[in-house]
């Protein structure tokens, strides 16, 4: 799914995978899509939030650890 990795390039391939996705997705869920490490989704992830495109929340499963969803802003 990668050819350039540009941060534009990355920025949009992770913008198309949760565009796409017909619920919120988990950070280690774009990570899997992508090809892209955790770490490098998680950092684009909190870059687009702040430009305003992505909105997210945390969530934690009886006896599982925390974990953040991200969707599109509308």
Not at 28 to 42: F, P
Request: with cysteine; aromatic share 10%; glycine share 6%.
């Amino acid at each position: 799914m990668l050819g350039d990795k540009t941060s534009d390039n990355l920025d949009s391939v992770i913008r198309n995978v949760l565009f796409s996705s017909k619920k919120p997705l988990s950070t280690y869920e774009i990570a899997k899509k992508t090809g892209l490490s955790w770490s490098t989704a998680n950092m684009h992830c909190f870059k687009l939030k702040t430009e305003g495109i992505f909105k997210n929340k945390s969530e934690t499963s009886i006896g599982r650890r925390k974990k953040v969803v991200w969707w599109i802003s509308e």
